[in-house]
């Protein structure tokens, strides 16, 4: 009886231990967890430490440093690479907005001068590239600078009263298209903290890609979750390219009416609010849906 006593008493020992080990790797675990979620939320020179004594998690955890470190020399190295690119397509385009703006302005002056017939069709194929490489330079010299410039102050903004006056605004030039917009907003007040100006941005840069390439509509319905959908006649597109008009620089004719950049910094700015924006192609119409969650 003895020895049957000992034994359970040894039992009962290794049990103990076994309990603590696997406590002691719950817990390394847990901290492993913990402090890769707050190395990936901030940019930060710390490694793992663990509190657990166990050879096999510490080696785990000095393996995971090591990954952690070359991880965040890429990191670093890909940050620096994206901001002097922006720098320089923001440079670039400051310079280049200038001797635009002289070209612009002597092909006005060209107008009132008489010439003959030939030389004003050659002036005027010079005025329709100067514009449209004026309209891309201020595209990119845009969109590098929403990039780089944080969010701004959020305030209440209503999004009916919001998209009811940016359609207003666009409101002559869709007619002068010949698109009579089909308009439904609910009469519920719907409140979002957004910012101001990025939100309206949001708005052009929808509209403004419709008035490009309807094909001869626009519908804009808002329900009172504050779901927008933009909706036009689009033959030229199909499923595949549909969802590749969020991508920079991403045009459907070939980039002759567009940079490209317009719904790449629509969805910047609203995935910045915390929005959610996606298109969809149906039955030769295509759909962008706009949505922000009410916190």
């Not at 510490?58 to 991880?71: C, H, P, Q, S, T």
């Not at 719907?190 to 840069?205: A, C, E, G, K």
Request: glycine fraction near 8%; proline fraction near 3%; charged fraction near 25%.
């Amino acid at each position: 009886m003895i020895w049957l006593s000992c034994f359970c008493i040894l039992l009962c020992l290794l049990l103990l231990a076994l309990i603590f080990k696997v406590a002691a790797l719950h817990r390394g675990t847990d901290e492993i967890r913990q402090e890769l979620l707050s190395w990936f939320d901030s940019d930060t020179n710390t490694v793992l430490t663990l509190s657990c004594r166990d050879r096999h998690m510490r080696r785990m955890a000095a393996d995971i440093n090591g990954e952690l470190r070359r991880l965040r020399a890429v990191r670093l190295t890909f940050e620096l690479g994206d901001r002097e690119l922006g720098e320089s397509i923001t440079n670039l385009s400051h310079d280049l907005r200038t001797p635009l703006t002289a070209i612009l302005g002597y092909l006005d002056l060209l107008d009132y001068v008489e010439k003959p017939e030939q030389v004003s069709r050659y002036l005027s194929m010079i005025r329709n590239r100067a514009e449209f490489l004026r309209q891309q330079t201020e595209d990119l010299f845009g969109y590098s600078v929403v990039k780089s410039v944080p969010e701004g102050e959020v305030s209440p903004l209503s999004l009916n009263r919001m998209l009811e006056e940016c359609l207003a605004s666009y409101y002559g030039a869709l007619t002068g298209a010949g698109i009579t917009p089909e308009i439904s907003l609910p009469e519920q007040t719907v409140t979002r903290h957004l910012n101001r100006s990025s939100l309206t941005r949001i708005f052009d840069n929808i509209i403004g890609n419709a008035l490009k390439y309807s094909g001869g509509d626009l519908s804009v319905v808002m329900d009172e979750a504050g779901t927008i959908v933009f909706s036009n006649e689009a033959k030229a597109l199909d499923p595949v390219t549909a969802g590749r008009l969020f991508d920079r620089y991403y045009t459907v004719e070939s980039g002759q009416r567009g940079s490209g950049l317009g719904l790449s910094i629509a969805r910047l700015l609203t995935e910045r609010m915390g929005g959610e924006i996606s298109a969809d192609y149906r039955e030769g119409r295509l759909f962008i849906t706009l949505r922000f969650p009410d916190e």
